[in-house]
């Protein structure tokens, strides 16, 4: 039975690139957020969000992210509102994922908002990325070339790393990468020995 590996993280705690460094080391890995992505070019997600959020959001028929994120990132109910018309049709690709690599004893499910989608109930381990605020701040600033107070709303958005961490099996600090690509390595190394015993 394939277990799952929850991992999540604040925005700009570098989850995504402790993400790619677990499918380096042979283990499948599906990003959530990238996949979200993808289901919002959806045509019938799109006419969904027409729907709810105006058909300006659309530029030559092309969802424009940018003002998406500036209305749901100021607004918790908009951006609920976005979760409950995305989030299903995720899962639902999820499943058809996890059905195909259902050989391999782990697989990493990446997620922002592991735990405020419901899909931790899904884990059977999760470990929760963290990272200084002020380096967070800076990293999101300079990937998505963004003002502070965008980067903020955003942040107040998630919930905070105390709640997160409060719920985790493992904690991976993200100061310098190669010590966290370390604390993966020790994690790893522990739930394989676990997945040998039972």
Same mark, same amino acid.
């Given at each position: 039975?394939?277990?799952?590996?929850?991992?999540? /993280? /604040?925005? /700009?705690? /570098?989850?995504?690139?402790?993400?790619?460094?677990?499918?380096?080391?042979?283990?499948?890995?599906?990003?959530?957020?990238?996949?979200?992505?993808?289901?919002?070019?959806?045509?019938?997600?799109?006419?969904?969000?027409?729907?709810?959020?105006?058909?300006?959001?659309?530029?030559?028929?092309?969802?424009?992210? *940018?003002?998406?994120?500036?209305?749901?990132?100021?607004?918790?109910?908009?951006?609920?509102?976005?979760?409950?018309?995305?989030?299903?049709?995720?899962?639902?690709?999820?499943?058809?994922?996890?059905?195909? *690599?259902?050989?391999?004893?782990?697989?990493?499910?990446?997620?922002?908002?592991?735990?405020?989608?419901?899909?931790?109930?899904?884990?059977?381990?999760?470990?929760?990325?963290?990272?200084?605020?002020?380096?967070?701040?800076?990293?999101?600033?300079?990937?998505?070339?963004?003002?502070?107070?965008?980067?903020?709303?955003?942040?107040?958005?998630?919930?905070?790393?105390?709640?997160?961490?409060?719920?985790?099996?493992?904690?991976?600090?993200?100061?310098?990468?190669?010590?966290?690509? *370390?604390?993966?390595?020790?994690?790893?190394?522990?739930?394989?020995?676990?997945?040998?015993?039972?």
């Amino acid at each position: 039975m394939t277990k799952i590996i929850g991992l999540t /993280g /604040g925005i /700009g705690s /570098g989850k995504t690139t402790i993400a790619k460094y677990i499918e380096s080391q042979g283990i499948p890995v599906y990003i959530a957020d990238d996949i979200a992505k993808k289901i919002l070019e959806l045509p019938q997600i799109k006419s969904e969000i027409a729907s709810h959020y105006g058909e300006e959001i659309f530029e030559n028929g092309k969802l424009n992210r *940018h003002k998406l994120a500036e209305i749901v990132f100021s607004d918790s109910n908009k951006l609920k509102r976005l979760n409950d018309i995305v989030h299903p049709a995720v899962r639902s690709d999820f499943d058809a994922w996890l059905e195909q *690599h259902s050989h391999f004893p782990w697989v990493v499910k990446e997620a922002a908002i592991l735990f405020e989608s419901g899909s931790d109930k899904d884990c059977d381990v999760i470990i929760t990325v963290t990272a200084p605020l002020e380096d967070r701040i800076q990293r999101i600033i300079n990937r998505d070339n963004t003002a502070v107070e965008n980067v903020m709303d955003r942040i107040k958005n998630q919930w905070t790393d105390e709640m997160r961490t409060d719920k985790s099996d493992y904690i991976v600090e993200n100061k310098n990468v190669k010590v966290a690509k *370390h604390q993966i390595d020790e994690i790893l190394k522990k739930l394989n020995n676990q997945q040998k015993l039972t």
